[in-house]
């Protein structure tokens, strides 16, 4: 036996460009009212939409500034000097 669950949901945009996220799917991903969202592209077709939380963006600018410096680390060097990219303090 073969079981195929399709978990999705229809919204419509209006004129000012704005979506309603149906409740099913906020339910699911704990979004509360004044709940913050990230939209990103996926490709032309579709968009993902995750929550976001204060929390996840600091945990996000942290990895970026680990990878960053980890890569100035390995940044080549230019006429003998080291080229550092960016630094955070």
Known sequence: MILVVIDEENATVDEQGRMLLPSRPRE?????KGGKVSI?????Y???????SDEDVEARVRNWVDLALSETQRAPTVGG??????VIE
Do not use: M, W, Y
């Open 81 to 86: 000097k080291n080229n550092t990219l960016f």
């Open 40 to 44: 990103r592209s996926k490709d032309s």
């Open 46 to 52: 579709r968009i993902v939409i995750e929550r976001r």
């Open 28 to 32: 699911k991903l704990g979004i509360k």
